[in-house]
């Protein structure tokens, strides 16, 4: 068994030495979870985090369609990214040596309003994922997130297949990590 990453890539070269050397091969080749639409949600969550909750980032996130967003959480996304919209929440900065957090600085003027819970769930739920210290503390977020956000009644079979793949290769990971 041979093990290759990036096959796309090697693939007419590994076949073409296989046949070279006359060694009998069967190929397998599988999708990295990450190129399926629900299979990006680690990957957008951990862009919204490393770029400091852009709108960019955050529009991603939050505008994927493979995720089965609850009812209630569709409507809080498109008023939330109306209003970054409106108030020019494109970026945070740094300002005379302090980090300044573009969402919070408009959000000071509505400091109990929808928006304002909205974000801080939100800010919340992604921080939990970039500070798990572990596998477990990781998969927690995950169903923190999910618990928060999401309708377990309605993803659909493929998003289903993929985050479930996903969360049991985390439990791997989980267990791995209390063996050793």
Avoid at 63 to 89: E, M
Avoid at 111 to 119: A, D, E, K, R, T
Avoid at 133 to 146: E, G, I, P, T, V
Wanted: with cysteine; hydrophobic share 40%.
């Amino acid at each position: 068994t041979l093990h290759v990453p990036g096959l796309d890539e090697l693939y007419q070269y590994i076949t073409r030495e296989f046949s070279l050397r006359g060694i009998p091969h069967q190929l397998r080749a599988g999708k990295t979870l990450s190129t399926y639409p629900s299979g990006t949600l680690f990957s957008l969550i951990k862009a919204c985090a490393s770029d400091s909750f852009s709108f960019l980032s955050l529009k991603h996130l939050l505008s994927n369609t493979a995720f089965p967003w609850r009812l209630d959480i569709k409507h809080s996304i498109d008023v939330f990214l109306q209003y970054g919209i409106d108030n020019n929440c494109l970026v945070s900065y740094e300002s005379e040596g302090h980090f300044v957090d573009i969402w919070e600085k408009t959000l000071v003027s509505v400091p109990h309003g929808f928006v304002s819970s909205f974000y801080y769930t939100l800010k919340d739920a992604i921080l939990r994922f970039t500070l798990s210290k572990s596998f477990s503390d990781l998969r927690q977020a995950y169903f923190y997130f999910k618990h928060i956000f999401f309708d377990n009644d309605a993803f659909s079979e493929e998003a289903d297949l993929v985050l479930s793949r996903c969360i049991s290769e985390l439990m791997n990971l989980c267990s791995f990590e209390k063996e050793f």
